[in-house]
């Protein structure tokens, strides 16, 4: 039997999301267990674990907004961006005030290009930026255009400071914490960080990995498991009868009645009795919703 479900997991410090991953899918024995975002080994928080047919809808999760709570020492750099690097310079911060670190924090909200730093996932030439830096060599980095919605000052002693905020995917708080040092004239660490949410997930109801070790081992894991559509509430629904829930199945296009969207919209479509049955895409140039993702009808354990 199968699981299609999704797990809201606070994420260990000193474990990759990859560890993560692969932990799942021993407990569970599902063999389709993927992550939505990857988070630092240091880093704890949300990181939505997708299992069985709910791994095909990590694409609409991964481009979801993802919030975090920062400590960003100043004064110090290092090659990481974080504390778990070499420090590669001090500067001096006895001049700084609260109002001065405040605005500079500010200065970042909205559109702005950052580039990604030597420890990270971006690749080149296929491999891994950590992999080059691990291996002293330093390219050059492409800026990306990345949104911060929301940057706040939690808390704010001399050197040390603790940000909250909202960005897009594709942001690293660790440049946010290295660019900062930079604006500053002085540097700056990443010395913690904690994804707050992911989407419709959030750290106050996430589960912890000794959690879901006792709820696999007790066999009570399905009260952890979020349902898989739960990935695509923010977009519409629509309820099919059986015979357009057959042409799904199928491959065919639907009318859907009165119901339209703009070229390349998408909606949810149910079964009569609640059951979710696939993401389908408005063709606009045949006045058709075509089905995108059909997810099958199987003896599923969630």
């Not at 975002?37 to 997708?50: F, K, M, R």
């Not at 090659?79 to 500079?104: F, I, N, P, Q, W």
């Not at 290295?178 to 540097?187: A, M, P, R, V």
Request: charged residues 25%.
């Amino acid at each position: 039997m199968a699981i299609d479900g999704i797990l809201n997991l606070d994420k260990p410090r000193g474990r990759t999301s990859f560890e993560v991953v692969a932990a799942v899918r021993r407990l569970s024995g599902e063999r389709r267990v993927g992550h939505g975002g990857t988070l630092d080994p240091e880093a704890t928080g949300v990181l939505p674990i997708y299992l069985g047919q709910g791994t095909r809808l990590v694409e609409f999760l991964a481009e979801a907004k993802k919030s975090y709570r920062a400590e960003i020492e100043l004064g110090i750099s290092t090659d990481t961006y974080d504390a778990a690097g070499k420090v590669t310079g001090r500067g001096d911060t006895s001049a700084l005030t609260r109002g001065e670190v405040e605005a500079a924090a500010a200065s970042f909200i909205g559109l702005v290009e950052q580039v990604p730093p030597m420890y990270s996932a971006v690749k080149h030439h296929g491999v891994p930026l950590y992999r080059w830096a691990r291996a002293g060599v330093e390219l050059p980095r492409t800026a990306r255009g990345v949104e911060f919605s929301r940057i706040e000052m939690l808390e704010w002693q001399p050197s040390l400071l603790t940000l909250e905020g909202e960005c897009s995917t594709g942001a690293y708080i660790r440049s946010l914490a290295h660019d900062l040092g930079e604006n500053l004239g002085c540097g700056a660490h990443l010395r913690n960080l904690v994804r707050l949410g992911s989407g419709p997930f959030h750290i106050s109801d996430a589960v912890t990995m000794a959690q879901i070790e006792d709820a696999f081992g007790g066999g009570w894991w399905s009260e952890l498991i979020h349902p898989i559509d739960v990935a695509v509430l923010h977009l519409p629904a629509v309820t099919v009868g059986d015979d357009d829930e057959r042409a799904i199945v199928n491959g065919r296009p639907l009318g859907l009645g009165q119901e339209k969207g703009s070229s390349g919209a998408l909606c949810r479509a149910y079964s009569s009795d609640g059951r979710f049955v696939a993401i389908l895409c408005y063709d606009e140039a045949r006045d058709c919703w075509q089905p995108r993702k059909v997810f099958a009808k199987r003896n599923s354990r969630a």
